[in-house]
């Protein structure tokens, strides 16, 4: 049974420092940026990145232990639909808490905005931890980023993934699969 999570707001001023060293202290593969800079993460929260309306942010805990985060960037763009940026400390990955934090955003954003309908997220195609997440908390695939993701630590360039979820299947349970039928 993987660890119980709690979910935390994340809240500017009191919570930078949890946020600068979960970032800074660890390295995150298969993203477009895996290492940051304190400077690189001050400058984000600078820009209002992380809260301030902007984003949805949740630092993810076990026994008050700051073991990843969850957030949905451009939350105040209504033109747009927020985008998922979700990590974990090394030591907490493939621990089953992914599903977990994937749920709980995706139900505290369609909560806090019931006007928004879609909510997306991306992946590397080599990602299969973080396509099984998507897949086990109702999301469904959705696009085929051919050679779009950033040149990797090889200097290969990767597919992307596109995921998306539906207020109206978040709403039902169910997942409803797009027509990729020629046209």
């Not at 909510?119 to 396509?131: A, F, S, Y």
Request: aromatic content about 10%.
């Amino acid at each position: 049974m993987p660890p119980r999570a709690s979910f935390r707001e994340f809240r500017k001023g009191r919570d930078d420092d949890a946020l600068i060293d979960l970032l800074t202290t660890e390295t995150w593969p298969l993203r477009a940026q895996p290492r940051f800079t304190r400077a690189e993460v001050e400058e984000e929260l600078a820009s209002g990145q992380y809260g301030e309306g902007k984003d949805l942010t949740f630092l993810i805990e076990v026994e008050d232990e700051v073991v990843g985060l969850v957030r949905l960037e451009g939350i105040d763009e209504p033109r747009f639909d927020p985008a998922l940026d979700i990590r974990f400390r090394a030591a907490w990955r493939g621990r089953g808490l992914g599903v977990e934090a994937v749920r709980f955003i995706t139900t505290e954003f369609f909560r806090r905005h019931p006007d928004r309908f879609r909510i997306e997220g991306q992946t590397r195609r080599d990602n299969l931890p973080m396509r099984k997440v998507f897949q086990r908390a109702g999301w469904v695939k959705e696009a085929v980023y051919r050679a779009a993701w950033a040149p990797d630590e090889t200097g290969a360039r990767r597919d992307g993934l596109g995921y998306a979820i539906l207020r109206s299947d978040w709403e039902s349970g169910t997942t409803t699969p797009p027509d990729l039928s020629p046209p």
